[in-house]
């Protein structure tokens, strides 16, 4: 038995997607299936895998499934299930109107385990950038994270998924943050559900620079709810107002991602998203 895939990426966190519109083709998708499509030398290779649903299929509350047409099954290169991913939702966006599923020309409602998250693409055309109301984060209070014997204050940062932010003089792998091969220590009572741990240096005012190491994936060249915890937990050290619009331009190892939150407290992530490769597995 064969299954239709494509690969994309987002700022080069890339992705296997699975488009099984109507649950038939996956079946329950195991962990072990997951693990093996994003296996880097024995599969297809991914920092994740996004399932194609129709929400209709969808009985979890609180996903917006009620209000979309599609349903973003997100799973970590590891199997695991995460809440929301700001980089595949912009290729999961890309697929459905380049299979003309989805109209570029109008905002597009996409239902997540975080609930209904709202596309619009740069310009109502199909093969700009895309930007995703991320909703509204919710801050966690200041915790610690360390590499071997660094530790650095983080401050905590809810994105649907949990992020843990850390200022830091350089990210460079030369410095102490090194090459990231190892998950970061965090305080498990602090992140019972794990945490995806970002590493932050100041590149100019409104301007920063982070790598990220991912829950369930390791170190990616690229995380979009990391970039937005970075934008609030950087926005909030530089002292915004309450009500205040502000930006912040987030530069990573694979791209730039823009980050606006809004005078009404919104997180609207922008960035581009890229089709690849397209084919049958077997796996
Ligand atoms: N790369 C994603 C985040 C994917 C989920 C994360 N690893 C988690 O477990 O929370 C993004 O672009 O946001």
């Known amino acids: ?27 329950e998708l195991p962990a072990s299936r997951v693990a093996a499509l994003c ?62 599923l989805a109209d570029a020309s109008a905002p597009l409602p996409v239902a997540t385990r ?10 109502g055309a199909a093969d700009g950038e895309i930007s995703v109301d991320m909703g509204v984060p919710r801050l966690m209070g200041d915790t610690t994270v360390a590499v071997g014997e660094t530790s650095w204050g983080a401050v905590g940062v809810d ?8 200022f830091v003089e350089s990210v460079d792998a030369g410095g102490p943050v090194g090459p990231l091969l190892a998950e970061p220590t965090f305080d498990r009572s602090f992140y019972p559900a794990g945490v995806n741990v970002e590493f932050v240096e100041d590149v100019a005012p409104g301007h920063v620079r982070m790598r990220v190491h991912e829950r369930g994936s ?3 060249r690229s995380c979009g709810t990391g970039a937005c915890a970075v934008a ?52």
Request: aromatic share 6%; proline share 4%.
């Open 232 to 283: 609030v937990a950087s926005a909030l050290r530089d002292g915004r107002a309450e009500g205040e619009a502000v930006t912040r331009v987030v530069d990573l190892p694979g791209g730039t991602l823009t980050v606006d939150w809004t005078a009404e407290g919104r997180i609207v992530m922008t960035g581009p998203a890229v089709l690849v490769a397209r084919g049958e597995t077997d796996l």
């Open 114 to 123: 975080d609930g209904l998250k709202t596309i619009t693409f740069a310009g």
């Open 218 to 220: 390791g170190e990616t």
């Open 39 to 100: 296996d880097r030398r024995a599969g297809l290779g991914g920092d994740g895998v996004l399932r194609v649903v129709r929400a209709r299929y969808v009985d979890q509350p609180g996903t917006g499934a009620e209000q979309a047409e599609w349903f973003m099954d997100y799973r970590n290169a590891d199997g695991s299930v995460a809440e929301m991913c700001g980089n595949g939702i912009r290729v999961f966006a890309r697929h459905l109107v380049t299979e003309g």
């Open 1 to 27: 038995m064969t299954y239709p895939f494509l690969k994309g990426h987002g700022t080069e966190n890339d992705f296997v997607l699975l488009p099984d519109p109507d649950l038939h083709l996956h079946g």
């Open 159 to 166: 994105m649907g998924n949990p992020h843990a932010v850390a």
